[in-house]
């Protein structure tokens, strides 16, 4: 039988009113002449009732089926992805209620830990001298610069007049923090008090280093010493693991007094302090690592270019202060310390007559 689309055409029951949905669909299907001349009635019938290929409305019916069933599962991954897209809203909801409380926490610690910054950078600043002292001859100046991080540093110096002539000093306690300052106080106060005994230099730094060794265990530091003589002819020097001093004559070439000996906590004994004879003029400058270490570049090469400066630098010890700063202290990762000195033997006053 030619499977063609038929023609369907419904008539409702009008002898069953009880029966609104019933009714009688007929289905009208041309049969091509030649096709229907040897066709029965009853071969009819039977390819209608028998299990045969599916008509076009079979057809229709399975994709309606297929359809619906596709529409459901539709319908239920729709269902699904709203359920997850709740379930996403809740948990970004929750991230973002996480993230603002993190957020004014680390607001709160951050306000928290720059105020106890502050605070110790003070703390640290009452460790350091008021003032310098005013000595015959000698003009001096300073410069603290704390590093630009948030660490505290322990560097420190001193000057001190003294029966023997005016002693000078700087040092820097190993390590950053607060426990760092307070040794580094410790330190410069006990050198204030072994300084009024006069006693020599190197001897100053064993004291020291016993005093470390017996109160602060496991720390260590360095420091170097400078007596001046009252006569401002000499100067001797004793350096604990320390940066060298750098001393320039009146017109000459600037040199580094590199005599050392170990830092102060290990319990080894200093050399004796070198003498070094100064010329009236003459300027010493000493300083903390702060202004000369840098991640990229030689210590020694930086040590020249100081040098190098130093010579071309002003003469008066706060201008030379201000301008070593400004050339080697930006954004410094660690604490700087310039110390200048201008060392000027008084005029010899003529003789009386007889």
Known sequence: MTRLLPQTRYEPALDRPDQPDGGR???????????????????????????????????????SRDLINALQEAHAQRDELE???????????????????????????????????????????????ASLPRSPGAELAVRYLPAATTEIGGDFYEAVTTAQGLLLAVGDVVGHSLQAAMVMGEI????????????APHVLL???DH??????????????????????ARLHVANAGHLPPLLL??????????????????????????CHDIESGSRLVMITDGLVETRNVELNERLDLLSAVVAEGPGEPEEL????????????????????????????????GG
């Open 321 to 352: 202060c201000a301008h070593l700063v400004d050339l080697f202290g930006e954004d410094p990762d660690d604490d700087i310390i310039v110390f200048a000195a201008r060392l000027q033997a008084p005029a010899p006053q003529a003789g009386g």
């Open 249 to 274: 004559g009146p017109g000459g070439t600037p040199r580094y007094l590199r005599e050392h000996g170990p830092l102060l906590g290990l319990g080894l004994p200093q050399p004796a302090a070198a």
């Open 206 to 208: 064993e004291h020291l």
């Open 188 to 199: 410069r106060h006990a050198l204030r008090a072994y300084a009024a005994q006069n006693l």
């Open 83 to 129: 359920r997850l897209n709740e379930e996403l809203t809740e948990t970004n909801a929750g991230v973002m209620a996480l993230y603002a409380e993190l957020t004014a926490e680390h607001k709160d610690v951050v306000e928290r830990f720059g105020q106890e910054h502050e605070l110790a950078l003070a703390l640290q600043r009452t460790f350091l001298p």
């Open 25 to 63: 669909i007929e289905i009208v299907c041309r049969i091509p002449e030649l096709a229907a001349r040897d066709l029965a009635v009853e071969h009819v019938l039977a390819r209608l009732e028998s299990d045969g290929p599916a008509s076009a409305i079979d057809d229709l019916q399975a994709q």
């Open 211 to 232: 005093l470390l060794r017996l109160h602060q265990p496991g720390w260590t530091a360095t420091v170097c010493i400078v007596l001046v003589d009252a006569d401002l």
